[in-house]
């Protein structure tokens, strides 16, 4: 008996450009794995058909007369939780605002439009990204249904009498749902954390800094897109800009920030590998890598030589996470110290900040716990 093929992944298109509708339409439709169930033009419209459909994943416009695509979003989440939805974002610097709003209301990813639909390169690489995303995120929600991100979890590790490690930086990499992550996340540490956080999440040219000033909007600590030569200090969150790589160097008795527009690093500028490995030469055995939810295995690199140089590295786990994939990969790897719940992250972090970790030899000397 022949096995049945997979059920295809059925798509609601909401934009009120008739053209945006039929372009993504037959971008998506160009695909084995999905089809579009209906087009809709407005909110009001989007709503009733996902009610009346109950599409796998719905694409949506943010700037919209009426009900525009945050209400809509707003509306979607109430009443369908589960819903997988991917923004279809203009490249504009008010596009990027408003796209990093979207996400930090839990918009599970985006996708940026063409700068021009007569470009066919542009719409060819729009393309790619969108149907990308979208079956990553709708398979995601297909497979195991998301956590919601509650009170903190009691899943802190408590201090012990074994050795313990300080920790000196912390260094976060993300990708796909990794805004709303470090929305829940930044959030929660307190406003004297003594030691820096370097992050970096896939994002291009302009996002960046807006989702630095909104997380810095929302937490006690300052978050800032990095620049190039930066003295790096404790209690600041220093965001890697998009199209550079973000490393930290030892100079002159200092660590500073160093940007690069070198070669992309596992398809993405910025990468996590290359934070990863700076961070390990400086930091060594203090410090401590996270991988947050994301696709693709970004960071399996920078972590082997966090491990290799006696850091350690923390995983978020498969439930919390939107794409179990940079994070998995660090898992399948066996470099992995610990795998932590979103919602138990900002504690489990501020524990170790206090106790420290428990001291390990590098996995490259032969030790394994």
């Not at 200090?233 to 998009?242: I, M, Q, S, Y």
């Not at 524990?351 to 394994?368: D, E, K, N, T």
Request: charged fraction near 20%.
């Amino acid at each position: 008996m022949e096995a049945q093929p997979a059920p295809r992944i059925r798509a609601l298109v909401v934009d009120d450009s008739a053209l945006a509708r039929r372009m993504v339409s037959q971008a998506l439709s160009s695909q084995p794995d999905m089809e579009v169930v209906a087009l809709a033009e407005t909110g009001m419209v989007a709503l009733e058909k996902v009610a009346r459909l109950a599409p796998d994943v719905v694409v949506l416009d943010l700037e919209m007369p009426g009900m525009d695509g945050f209400e809509t979003l707003r509306r979607l989440k109430k009443s369908n939780p589960q819903l997988p939805v991917l923004i279809f974002s203009s490249r504009t610097k008010r596009g990027a605002g408003a796209t990093v709003d979207a996400l930090l209301a839990g918009a599970d990813d985006y996708a940026l439009k063409p700068g021009s639909t007569s470009d066919s390169g542009s719409w060819a690489a729009s393309q790619v990204e969108l149907t990308a995303k979208l079956r990553a995120i709708a398979l995601r929600a297909k497979h195991s249904a998301q956590s919601k991100v509650g009170n903190p979890a009691p899943n802190a590790e408590r201090p012990s009498l074994t050795p313990r490690t300080s920790v000196t930086a912390v260094a976060i990499g993300t990708s796909i749902g990794g805004p709303e992550a470090l929305a829940v996340i930044l959030p929660r540490l307190r406003k004297s954390l003594p030691v820096p956080v370097f992050v970096v999440q896939h994002m291009p040219e302009g996002f960046t800094s807006a989702l630095a000033r909104r997380l810095s909007e929302k937490s006690q600590i300052r978050v800032v897109e990095a620049q190039n030569g930066q003295a790096v200090e404790p209690g600041c969150v220093f965001l890697a800009p998009g199209d550079f790589h973000l490393q930290v160097s030892n100079q002159h008795r200092r660590v500073a920030l160093l940007l690069d527009k070198g070669p992309l690093e596992n398809g993405c500028r910025p990468s996590v590998d290359p934070l990863f490995r700076s961070a390990a030469r400086v930091y060594g055995s203090g410090l401590l890598a996270i991988v947050l939810t994301g696709m693709g295995s970004d960071g399996l690199a920078g972590c082997s030589k966090v491990d290799e140089l006696g850091g350690q590295i923390w995983i978020q786990d498969q439930e919390s996470a939107v794409v179990w994939g940079m994070a998995g990969a660090i898992a399948r790897a066996g470099l992995a110290r610990r795998t932590v719940a979103l919602a138990a992250l900002a504690n489990t972090l501020e524990v170790a900040l206090q106790h420290g970790l428990p001291s390990v030899q590098p996995r490259s000397m032969g030790s394994q716990d």
